[in-house]
């Protein structure tokens, strides 16, 4: 089993910034990849972006890319979410993913059905 924790939500003006942070504990070695959603209220949980902890650049979603940057910690088990210029639509509850299965590229784990643990989600509300 692998737990996930989530922290650093909260609430930010726009165009502000704000860093997630997410820790592995338990089997970490069985991971191949991190990934971070989001679900506003009312909507689907969506991909934000991803990576391989092997190696190899995060891939991200077109709705964050240039502002959001993954990036992680091996030795402590744990990836970030670095946020800039926030939008009053990035409020959301962000949630970080671990998967088990094994693809080449941060490209190929988009999808939910990916991963197979997940952390209980942190809140980050953008106010305008």
């Known amino acids: 089993q692998v737990q996930l924790v989530e922290s650093g939500g909260g609430l930010v003006q726009a165009g502000g910034s704000l860093r997630l942070s997410c820790a592995a504990s338990?089997?970490?070695?069985?991971?191949?990849?991190m990934g971070w959603f989001r679900q506003a209220p009312g909507k689907e949980r969506e991909f934000v972006g991803a990576?391989?902890?092997?190696?190899?650049?995060?891939y991200y979603a077109d709705s964050v890319k240039g502002r959001f940057t993954i990036s992680r910690d091996n030795a402590k088990s744990t990836v970030y979410l670095q946020m800039n210029s926030l939008k009053p639509e990035d409020t959301a509850v962000y949630s970080c993913?671990?998967?088990?299965?094994?693809?080449?590229?941060?490209?190929?784990?988009?999808?939910?059905?990916?991963?197979?643990?997940w952390g209980q989600g942190t809140q980050v509300t953008v106010s305008s």
């Open positions: 338990g089997r970490t070695f069985s991971m191949y990849a």
């Open positions: 993913a671990a998967s088990r299965k094994y693809y080449s590229f941060s490209s190929s784990y988009q999808g939910k059905e990916k991963y197979d643990y």
């Open positions: 990576v391989v902890w092997s190696g190899g650049s995060p």
